[in-house]
């Protein structure tokens, strides 16, 4: 059975860092590309992060540049490390991964920016 756990949220204010952690179990993250994603309150779920097999990176336009995806295949884990957070980063925050044609979805983890 997959299961994905992410940990790491909370209460920031604006400028300051977190470090989100997305453990899995049931999967080898070696042989999957994995994303982080966000969704707002009354706004759709959207991709914020992806990671590649081999380590290639994209980020949503909004957050290159503040945001670092990261992998530790070893360890089974995804990380994101997110800086100069904003008011508009606020959102919970969802591990995924697919295999094959199935969606795999962490419980998600809560990230509020608050001044």
């Known amino acids: 059975q997959v299961q994905l756990v992410e940990s790491g949220g909370g209460l920031v204010q604006p400028g300051g860092s977190l470090r989100l952690s997305c453990a899995g179990s049931?999967?080898?993250?070696?042989?999957?590309?994995l994303d982080w994603f966000r969704q707002a309150p009354g706004k759709q779920r959207e991709l914020v992060a992806s990671i590649s097999i081999s380590g290639r990176t994209n980020y949503e336009d909004s957050v290159k540049g503040r945001f670092t995806i990261s992998r530790d295949n070893a360890k089974n884990m995804v990380y994101l490390q997110m800086n100069s957070l904003n008011l508009g980063d606020t959102a919970v925050y969802y591990c995924h991964a697919k295999l094959g044609l199935i969606d795999y979805w962490g419980q998600g983890t809560q990230v509020t920016v608050f001044s």
């Open positions: 049931g999967i080898l993250f070696r042989f999957n590309a």
